[in-house]
């Protein structure tokens, strides 16, 4: 079965740090550019980041450019979002996706876990 | 950033009814566009991609239509489980999404 696992969200202060992890399994993770989508309670999906199959390209919504770092380790089947700086306005629910390449392009995400709480507030 | 436009923002249906469903992008983008489904504490489901290909597993009653900037999602005849919200999103450019229809019972 095809799966994304979502880990590592919480309460955090703001300022303070959080890594989350997502676990892939069931796909040839290597094979698949990744990305972590976010939302906020009561609101609609946004993109944050993305991440190339090999990790050797990564790209950022401008409301996380420098704060957050997006990472993989393909021997573990595993995908990161290191988040620093966190504001209040980063409490969401963070869903990590799969990228199929839809028509060849990116950005479409078939399969999605099951998401992970961040709560920035102190 | 192209901005994405869905309405109504609730649409209020009967069970068995038709249901239709409005995206608009602020420019073109071709036919790269994708809907998906939430329901209340779950994650997105993919439904359709390329405006109009069903996803795998997605029930034969969930078309889409359109291109460049107008685009629709049909529900034929709405059973219990289709009540949800409905996002659209482009990836003709970098993601982005719309607000959602929020699809309710009458």
């Known amino acids: 079965e095809v799966q994304l696992v979502e880990s590592g969200g919480g309460l955090v202060q703001p300022g303070g740090s959080l890594r989350l992890s997502c676990a892939a399994s069931?796909?040839?993770?290597?094979?698949?550019?990744m990305h972590w989508v976010r939302q906020a309670p009561g609101k609609g999906l946004v993109w944050v980041s993305r991440i190339k199959s090999d990790g050797s390209s990564t790209s950022y919504a401008d409301s996380v450019k420098g704060r957050f770092t997006i990472s993989r380790d393909n021997a573990k089947n595993t995908l990161y979002l290191q988040m620093n700086s966190l504001r209040a306005e980063d409490t969401a629910v963070y869903y990590c996706?799969?990228?199929?390449?839809?028509?060849?392009?990116?950005?479409?995400?078939?399969?999605w876990g099951q998401g992970t709480t961040v709560t920035v507030s102190s | 950033e192209i901005v994405m436009t869905q309405s109504p923002a609730t649409l209020s249906v009967s069970p068995g009814e038709r249901a239709t469903l409005s995206c608009r992008a602020s420019?073109?983008?071709?036919?790269?566009l994708a809907w998906y489904q939430q329901k209340p504490g779950q994650a997105p489901r993919l439904l359709i991609y390329g405006a109009s290909t069903r996803a795998t597993g997605g029930p034969a009653r969930f078309s889409g239509s359109g291109s460049g900037t107008e685009f629709t999602l049909t529900i034929s005849s709405l059973q219990s489980e289709d009540f949800a919200v409905y996002y659209c999103?482009?990836?003709?450019?970098?993601?982005?999404f719309g607000q959602g229809t929020r699809v309710e019972i009458k």
């Open positions: 420019q073109s983008v071709s036919s790269n």
């Open positions: 999103q482009q990836y003709n450019y970098w993601p982005t």
């Open positions: 069931g796909f040839t993770f290597t094979n698949y550019w």
């Open positions: 996706a799969r990228d199929p390449l839809f028509g060849g392009l990116l950005g479409g995400m078939d399969v």
